[in-house]
């Protein structure tokens, strides 16, 4: 059972071939190390190449970004065994006022995929449990969602909040979702803007310099 399956797997967006494909190279005693770095993070890259070539779709991102969370959920616990290091750690959530977390979800795969750990702190998410969370997480950066008009104001409000708990210089944000923009993340004092999934988790790794 080669790399090459496991990365073709995650390609096609087929989760059992993934799963089946990551549990036959463990049993070979492939590192779980080479696993993530040459098939499972290629592939994901690939996936996030194709769509922004317009090659393919969310839905169709969404299913790879799927086989990869199956595989990676596999190799996990052997990674951590091995103290493999991520490339930084993120919080994610959606900000105050707002349900919606396809967009959010699919950031966290796609962050997950590219090396980084993730914790997920959901929907509806306010200024102080963005604290609360780096106080508790120590993370490098936070990615918050919007995807209504009426609640990207929060996002300058959590931006305040960190500012005022004297976090702001511990975490670079990263702000992104259907109504904003590059111009609003400069104006309200973000660290950057991602249109979509796949430029989150290049703009990610660029804002920790692990690009």
């Known amino acids: 059972m080669s790399l090459e399956t496991i990365y073709q797997a995650v390609l096609d967006g087929d989760a059992p071939a993934a799963e089946a494909a990551v549990k036959e190279a463990l049993a070979a005693n492939v590192p779980a190390e080479d696993i993530l770095q040459k098939a499972c993070i290629p592939a994901m890259s690939e996936v996030g190449r194709l769509f922004e070539e317009g090659e393919k779709f969310v839905p169709e991102m969404l299913i790879s970004a799927r086989a990869m969370h199956k595989s990676v959920a596999l190799l996990k616990p052997l990674l951590a065994q091995g103290n493999v290091q ?34 997920d702190l959901g929907t509806d998410v306010t200024p102080q449990k ?20 009426t609640t990207m104001p929060s ?31 400069t104006q309200i004092g973000a660290d950057g803007y991602a249109p ?9 790794k660029a804002l920790l310099g692990a690009a």
């Open 130 to 149: 963005y604290v609360d969370a780096v106080k508790t997480h120590q993370p490098q950066l936070i990615g918050l969602s919007a995807l209504l008009t």
């Open 86 to 119: 991520s490339v930084g750690k993120v919080l994610v959530g959606t900000v105050q006022g707002d349900l919606h977390d396809i967009g959010k979800n699919l950031v966290g795969m796609m962050l997950e995929g590219t090396g980084f750990e993730v914790i």
């Open 155 to 185: 996002m300058k409000k959590i931006i305040d909040a960190l500012q005022e708990a004297g976090l702001r210089g511990q975490v670079k944000v990263l702000i992104g979702g259907a109504p904003v923009t590059e111009a609003y993340a």
């Open 196 to 204: 979509d999934a796949s430029s989150a988790a290049r703009k990610a």
